[in-house]
């Protein structure tokens, strides 16, 4: 069984920065890719990141690429989405996931946490 908790959302301004934390809490959590999903209410969740049990493969959706970083400490158990220059479309609820391989849709990973709301002002 793999508990993951979410935290480092809050409120932000336009072209800001946050660093996003999953902690997982099992041992095998360094052999589980790792994934990001955000979710508006009322809209579909949506991809952002991905990374591989090693960390050594990432992937990204295109509207985060070069703003957004995903990396992880195996170490801690936990997997990190550093975000910079934030636009107030950011703003949604962000998911952490846990999986057996880099997928992009979040009903294929088989853990998932409650989520932290990043907002972005305007």
């Known amino acids: 069984q793999v508990q993951l908790v979410e935290s480092g959302g809050g409120l932000v301004q336009a072209g800001g920065s946050l660093r996003l934390s999953c902690a997982g809490s099992?041992?095998?959590?360094?052999?589980?890719?790792m994934g990001w999903f955000r979710q508006v209410p009322g809209k579909e969740r949506e991809f952002v990141a991905a990374?591989?049990?090693?960390?050594?493969?990432?992937t990204y959706a295109d509207s985060m690429k070069g703003r957004f970083t995903i990396s992880r400490d195996n170490t801690k158990n936990t997997v990190y989405l550093q975000m910079n220059r934030l636009k107030p479309e950011d703003s949604a609820g962000y998911y952490c996931?846990?999986?057996?391989?880099?997928?992009?849709?979040?009903?294929?990973?088989?853990?998932r946490g409650q989520g932290t709301q990043v907002t972005v002002s305007a």
């Open positions: 996931a846990a999986g057996q391989a880099v997928y992009r849709d979040y009903n294929r990973y088989e853990y």
């Open positions: 990374i591989n049990w090693s960390g050594t493969v990432t």
């Open positions: 099992v041992r095998t959590f360094s052999s589980n890719t």
